[in-house]
């Protein structure tokens, strides 16, 4: 099966854009610094919708799950440096589609 690109987000706080493909996998690029990116595998099944809730939650429609993500700072002793990483902090076992409204925060 394809892999493709479901969703771009720019995030103005954090001057970042991530990246969200169809197998689970994203990628987060430091604006400041287009160098710098982490890719990270969210989950093993295939994404659906997606919706970035005020540059901190990301709602993602599953296979057979609605996951809720958010970003984590993570402090790499090792290389002495810091990352953006998404974590997994919520979950709905129903099946369903996430939609929204532009310029609205209701979904």
């Not at 690109?5 to 969200?20: A, I, M």
Request: glycine share 4%; hydrophobic share 35%.
């Amino acid at each position: 099966m394809r892999n493709f690109p479901l969703g771009t987000f720019y995030d103005n706080k954090r001057n970042n854009v991530y990246v969200f493909y169809r197998h689970g996998t994203s990628y987060s690029i430091d604006m400041h610094n287009p160098r710098k990116m982490t890719k990270q595998q969210l989950t093993k099944f295939d994404l659906g919708n997606l919706f970035f809730f005020n540059n901190e939650i990301l709602i993602v429609k599953s296979s057979n799950q609605i996951l809720f993500y958010r970003l984590v700072r993570i402090d790499d002793e090792f290389c002495n440096s810091q990352y953006l990483e998404w974590q997994l902090y919520h979950h709905l076992n129903i099946q369903g589609f996430v939609y929204c409204t532009a310029r609205s925060n209701h979904i």
